[in-house]
């Protein structure tokens, strides 16, 4: 029986080296060409001609109009030294080099070694290609690779662009180049801080990697890695990206920037024109309008002062010295408007207020106030709260709701709240006992936080458990009327007032069931926002005690 030949491990391992090694080759070979041999540095002209065996041996001294010429680059000079032997020079004076249409050298010192094809300019170097100049005052440029660097400090012109380092290189066949150290992009509109920079000048793109700032007018952007745009202003920002706006155009000293107004921090952040988006742990925080926006996602056209949110949304309202206002909804939309007109902000409006839009599963928390509705708006400007669709907003342990609410608050605390619809208003008076007001429209009014007055209109509905003087509960009242006035004290319902009420006075214990709650009670404690981390968990209505909308009776129109 025929059995294969056996291989020892050693010749796979030989093998698998020898595969991986041509793997490396080939891809070397692909990634950078080997270089070619060059031919014969040639002397075309020049004035003056010397050579002295004993004092130079090798060398040809040139003067007067010197020309040299070596694989299509010129070279021209005041004097130089020829070196046949080792196919290399020597340009001393105005020295320039040209290669083709797009490429020239100028400087007042060259060696330049035919063998390595690399040229080394020192002392006001020049260097063109297409419509970039880089300025140094030492270059090497490489033939073979199309590189020239520099290392002691030079600055790239393109157009109205410019680029200083310490340290750079272009590449002449892609026209991209690369810089570091100190590195400073600037421009009549803008200026680019950064360490480490790559620069195309085909696409005007500039990817900055490391800690660097965008500084244009009032503005100054932070990002560890982004790209930039230099002809159209836009930007990518990839890492630890922050955009702050400052009172007054300011430059960078040392590495604290405090007096900003505003300022924007998220995980990545892209310029198109004058719309900003941003991607991941957003934070907004506007110091002005004492307001602070949290969010996975949003865009904001500062222009114009318009902005969307979405993803997690939180917005935080802090006018008031002593407590803060949370906001949630899952998808919160700014506008500005022009504080004289009332419309929409134009790029010339100055004295603006802004309003915020919450759309779906709208929940606010503060100490004194919580908020439950379908949809709210928020005006900065008057500190106005309204809310929409099957709202409910909580007090201490006065829970109101409606149609509509509009609450309006002062700079510390809530001061009124108007209900306008199917008025629901109901305070705990222990776990089992409910006082209750229902009407069409209902305003509360407060002092410090607390309700002080409470006023009822449109077929009114009242169940009522007074408070005896040891704080017992002994009676209930029910009452039907058209007006209601309600006046509280230490949070608790002292007394009403009503004209021409009907209704009955019961012992609590022989009081009708059907008697013990208004038509459209209900207790929407599970709803509640407990606290500001509760905004997110959205708790709906039971199907059941949903408002049922009544539409309003418009007018009949007159045709004339």
């Known amino acids: 029986m025929k059995t294969r030949p056996h291989i020892s491990s050693l010749k796979i391992l030989f093998y698998a080296a020898g595969f991986l090694f041509l793997l490396f080759a080939l891809n070397t070979w692909a990634v950078r060409p080997p270089k070619k041999p060059q031919g014969r540095v040639y002397l075309i002209h020049a004035d003056r001609l010397s050579y002295n065996e004993i004092e130079n041996p090798g060398a040809q001294r040139l003067a007067g109009n010197v020309h040299f010429r070596h ?35 100028n400087g007042d010192y060259l060696f330049y070694n035919g063998s390595s094809g690399i040229a080394e300019m020192r002392h006001n170097v020049v260097m063109k290609h297409r419509g970039q100049t880089l300025l140094t005052d030492s270059l090497n440029y490489d033939r073979l690779y199309g590189i020239g660097y520099y290392f002691d400090g030079g600055i790239l012109k393109d157009g109205d662009t410019q680029l200083m380092s310490d340290w750079g290189e272009y590449h002449v066949n892609t026209r991209e180049a690369q810089f570091n150290y100190n590195v400073n992009l600037t421009s009549p509109r803008y200026r680019l801080v950064t360490d480490t920079m790559r620069y195309d000048a085909r696409t005007k793109w500039a990817e900055v990697l490391g800690p660097s700032n965008i500084f244009q007018d009032k503005d100054v952007v932070y990002t560890e890695h982004g790209f930039y745009n230099t002809d159209a202003e836009t930007y990518r920002l990839m890492k630890a990206s922050q955009r702050s706006k400052f009172y007054r155009g300011i430059e960078l000293k040392g590495d604290s920037i405090s007096n900003f107004t505003s300022r924007l921090e998220a995980d990545s952040i892209a310029k198109d024109g004058d719309w900003i988006k941003v991607f991941g742990h957003v934070e907004y925080l506007d110091r002005e309008n004492k307001s602070m926006l949290l969010c996975d996602f949003a865009q904001y056209n500062d222009t114009i002062g318009q902005a969307m949110a979405t993803g997690h949304t939180l917005m935080k309202e802090f006018s008031s010295p002593s407590d803060t206002l949370f906001a949630h909804a899952d998808t919160l939309r700014l506008y500005t408007y022009d504080m004289a007109t009332d419309s929409l902000k134009t790029a010339e409006s100055d004295s603006v207020y802004r309003v915020v839009y919450g759309y779906y599963h709208a929940r606010a928390y503060r100490s004194d106030l919580q908020v439950v509705s379908d949809s709210l708006v928020f005006n900065l400007r008057d500190k106005q709260l309204h809310l929409f669709r099957d709202p409910i907003v909580w007090n201490e342990d006065n829970q109101i709701l409606g149609e509509e609410i509009h609450v309006f608050l002062n700079d510390s605390t809530v001061d009124s709240i108007y209900v306008d619809r199917q008025a629901l208003l109901v305070q705990q008076v222990d776990s089992t006992l ?18 002080q007055r409470a006023e009822s209109e449109g077929n009114v509905c009242i169940v009522y458990y007074p408070l005896e003087k040891d704080s017992s509960i002994v009676n209930m009242t029910y009452a039907e009327t058209a007006l209601l006035k309600m006046f509280l004290k230490e949070k608790k ?19 009708p069931a059907d008697k013990s709650k208004v038509p459209n009670f209900a207790w929407f404690d599970y709803v509640r926002p407990r606290d500001k981390y509760d905004l997110f968990d959205w708790r709906p209505k039971s199907q059941k005690d949903q408002l049922k909308a009544v539409p309003r009776r418009v007018a009949p129109v007159q045709h004339l």
Do not use: H
């Open 434 to 451: 409910f006082n209750q007001v229902t009407g069409k429209q209902m305003r509360a009014y407060f002092t410090e936080g607390e309700m």
């Open 71 to 105: 694989d299509g680059m010129d070279m021209f000079a005041d004097s130089a030294v020829f070196f046949q032997e080792s196919n290399s020079l020597e340009a001393f004076g105005k020295v320039r080099a040209k290669q083709g249409d797009t490429l020239s050298l």
């Open 493 to 511: 319902m002292q007394r009403i007032w009503a004209p021409k009420a009907q209704g009955t006075f019961y012992p609590i214990s022989q009081a």
